[in-house]
Nanobody, 128 residues
Framework: QVHLVESGGGLVQAGASLRLSCTTS????????VGWFRQAPGKNREFVAG????????YDADSVRGRSAISRDNAKNTVDLEMTTLEPEDTAVYYC?????????????????????WGPGTQVTVSS
């Protein structure tokens, strides 16, 4: 089992930045690809960004490209998502998810149903 926990959410004004973190204290994330997803009220869960187990490959959704950066530190067991120039449309619960993925496959990365482990989520609210 991989138990994930997100942190770093909060209430911010439009234009601000946030750094979300995903970590696990039970088992190493070293061999897992990690994706960040978000779900706004009344909407489906959507992919935001993902990173390979080594950190060598990343992929961002069109909706956040240029405003987000995903990174990981396998020694610290963390995967971070930094988002800048936040917009009210970024308001959602943000989740991190993990699955073993070798080789890295973007098609697998994008689909929430492909992930085995999920965190409980962290709320991000962007006011206008």
């Amino acid at each position: 089992q991989v138990h994930l926990v997100e942190s770093g959410g909060g209430l911010v004004q439009a234009g601000a930045s946030l750094r979300l973190s995903c970590t696990t204290s039970v088992r190493s994330l070293r061999s897992y690809a990690v994706g960040w997803f978000r779900q706004a009220p009344g909407k489906n869960r959507e992919f935001v960004a993902g990173i390979s187990w080594s950190g060598g490959t990343t992929y961002d959704a069109d909706s956040v490209r240029g405003r987000s950066a995903i990174s990981r530190d396998n020694a610290k067991n963390t995967v971070d998502l930094e988002m800048t120039t936040l917009e009210p449309e970024d308001t959602a619960v943000y989740y991190c998810a993990a699955r073993q993925m070798d080789p890295f496959d973007t098609r697998v990365l994008l689909d929430a149903s492909n992930y085995n482990y999920w965190g409980p989520g962290t709320q991000v609210t962007v006011s206008s």
